[in-house]
């Protein structure tokens, strides 16, 4: 496995969880890596993304609730999602990407009840 993520979970609306993505490190080092989301009856979406130098970008819809990082020490990205929403209900991926190279992990949970 690749990519392996996990920390997704049943939470209720305003509650914080945190996703985490362990990576090999040749992937880890030399991919952009990124966090997406896909709903019931909804496409993929990206939520955020960092890259190898450590840049980020954020959907606007959660642009101030979470947080992208990574610890190069641990070959792991994280997601911090705060002031969590019903809405933000879905399957979270994480993605490393290359050039045209995409890598995906499993999805990992995430439910946010009113």
């Known amino acids: 496995v690749q990519l392996q993520a996990s920390g997704g979970g049943l939470v209720q609306a305003g509650e914080s969880l945190r996703l985490s993505c362990a990576a090999s490190?040749?992937?880890?080092?030399?991919?952009?890596m990124g966090w997406y989301r896909q709903a019931p009856g909804n496409q993929r979406e990206l939520v955020a993304v960092?890259?190898?130098?450590?840049?980020?970008n954020y959907a606007d819809s959660v642009k101030g609730r979470f947080t992208i990082s990574r610890d190069n020490a641990k070959n792991t990205m994280y997601l911090q999602m705060n002031l969590l929403k019903p809405e933000d209900t879905a399957n979270y991926y994480c993605?490393?990407?290359?050039?045209?190279?995409?890598?995906w992990g499993q999805g990992t949970q995430v439910t946010v009840s009113s």
């Open positions: 993605n490393a990407q290359r050039g045209p190279i995409n890598i």
């Open positions: 490190r040749f992937i880890f080092i030399t991919h952009d």
């Open positions: 960092i890259t190898s130098g450590g840049s980020t």
